[in-house]
């Protein structure tokens, strides 16, 4: 196998394995996955793609199956995957950990909380808050602790700002 094909089959493979966590997480944490109020444990993953950009498709990926099986329909399996893909690659251009956060935060306390609150029939901002308040629990008291831990422990050459 050339090198370029062999890039190809690591690539691919990483993405599923992201892909793949992200549903698992999702999956066995789904009470609180799922809803208008809702503290989406995978969603601390949403970080990765600051340092890596081949993250930006597995969390597409993961957020598309893991609200295949939320129940939700149609609304959360579009517009929610859509929403992570476009978060996942600002996150990719944010300068440091702390601040690469904020995409999936804001876009997904605003965006999410689009069709939520129609679903569930909620108050738009106060779905919002509710969002905003479960992302950044994902994000920043998980994702961000995490990624610190991992960076010092395992991945002495990751850079915590570009």
Same mark, same amino acid.
């Given at each position: 196998?050339?090198?370029?094909?062999?890039?190809? %089959?690591?690539?691919?493979?990483?993405?599923?394995?992201?892909?793949?966590?992200?549903? %698992?997480?999702?999956? %066995?944490?789904?009470?609180? $996955?799922?809803?208008?109020?809702?503290?989406?444990?995978?969603?601390?993953?949403?970080?990765?793609?600051?340092?890596?950009?081949?993250?930006?498709?597995?969390?597409?990926?993961?957020?598309?199956?893991?609200?295949?099986?939320?129940?939700?329909?149609?609304?959360?399996?579009?517009?929610?995957?859509?929403?992570?893909?476009?978060?996942?690659?600002?996150?990719?251009?944010?300068?440091?950990?702390?601040?690469?956060?904020?995409?999936?935060?804001?876009?997904?306390?605003?965006?999410? $909380?689009?069709?939520?609150?129609?679903?569930?029939?909620?108050?738009?901002?106060?779905?919002?808050?509710?969002?905003?308040?479960?992302?950044?629990?994902?994000?920043?008291?998980?994702?961000?602790?995490?990624?610190?831990?991992?960076?010092?422990?395992?991945?002495?050459?990751?850079?915590?700002?570009?």
């Amino acid at each position: 196998m050339s090198t370029k094909n062999r890039k190809i %089959v690591q690539d691919i493979s990483w993405i599923g394995i992201i892909s793949a966590l992200y549903v %698992v997480i999702t999956i %066995v944490f789904a009470p609180i $996955s799922y809803g208008p109020i809702q503290v989406r444990i995978s969603e601390a993953l949403t970080l990765l793609p600051f340092f890596d950009p081949r993250a930006i498709y597995a969390l597409f990926l993961g957020c598309l199956f893991s609200n295949i099986f939320g129940g939700l329909g149609i609304y959360d399996i579009i517009f929610g995957s859509l929403l992570t893909l476009i978060a996942a690659f600002l996150t990719s251009k944010m300068k440091n950990i702390y601040i690469a956060g904020i995409p999936p935060v804001l876009i997904n306390a605003f965006g999410v $909380s689009l069709y939520l609150s129609l679903l569930f029939k909620l108050p738009y901002l106060l779905t919002v808050l509710y969002i905003a308040i479960g992302e950044s629990i994902s994000v920043y008291a998980i994702g961000v602790p995490l990624f610190l831990y991992i960076g010092k422990r395992i991945y002495k050459d990751w850079r915590f700002s570009k």
